[in-house]
């Protein structure tokens, strides 16, 4: 008995064809595909909410002083002259931080080598901002699952698609 559906690619494609899918998953919560790959599809992201339900407060809150720069009611860095050159000015500031241990590390890192990185978009190239997905699953998704022993995700079926008759799914997230 075969482990994975192949779907028609080869193994780099594959790779990428569920990356791609697994990232507008959890960036979105649901997403339109066949149904041979939202049960490909549902291996990998339900692995990856598992591992974000299990290590989601295994972190340290530690405080660090940190240096910043000051700014003018404008938003521009200030500057004052020392010695006939400009420097900024900067201030130190406490800030408390997350630090993971080494397994949330670990389930971090195994968590960035299968998802993309997703810009939003507000219709202007310079407003683009990247989404930590990683700090979604850890934070937004993983608290949602904690009491659930598996089962994250759902398969609707839709129907079969104009083009070819393939029969369409909606994966959501439950």
Request: no cysteine; proline share 1%.
């Amino acid at each position: 008995m075969a482990k994975y559906r192949k779907l028609s690619r080869t193994s780099s494609q594959r790779k990428a064809l569920i990356r791609g899918q697994v990232t507008a998953l959890i960036a979105n919560g649901k997403i339109v595909t066949t149904e041979a790959k939202a049960k490909e599809i549902r291996k990998v992201a339900e692995g990856l909410i598992a591992a974000a339900v299990r290590e989601k407060d295994n972190f340290d809150e530690v405080t660090v002083t940190a240096k910043v720069a000051r700014k003018d009611a404008d938003g521009k860095r200030v500057k004052e002259v020392v010695d006939g050159k400009k420097v900024t000015v900067y201030d130190e500031v406490e800030k408390k931080i997350k630090k993971d241990q080494p397994s949330r590390l670990h389930a971090r890192r195994e968590m960035l080598k299968v998802l993309y990185t997703v810009k939003t978009n507000d219709g202007t190239k310079k407003g683009a901002k990247e989404v930590d997905l990683v700090a979604k699953l850890f934070d937004e998704i993983a608290p949602k699952y904690a009491d659930r022993n598996g089962g994250y995700t759902r398969i609707v079926k839709i129907g079969q698609r104009k083009g070819d008759g393939a029969l369409e799914v909606l994966l959501e997230l439950v």
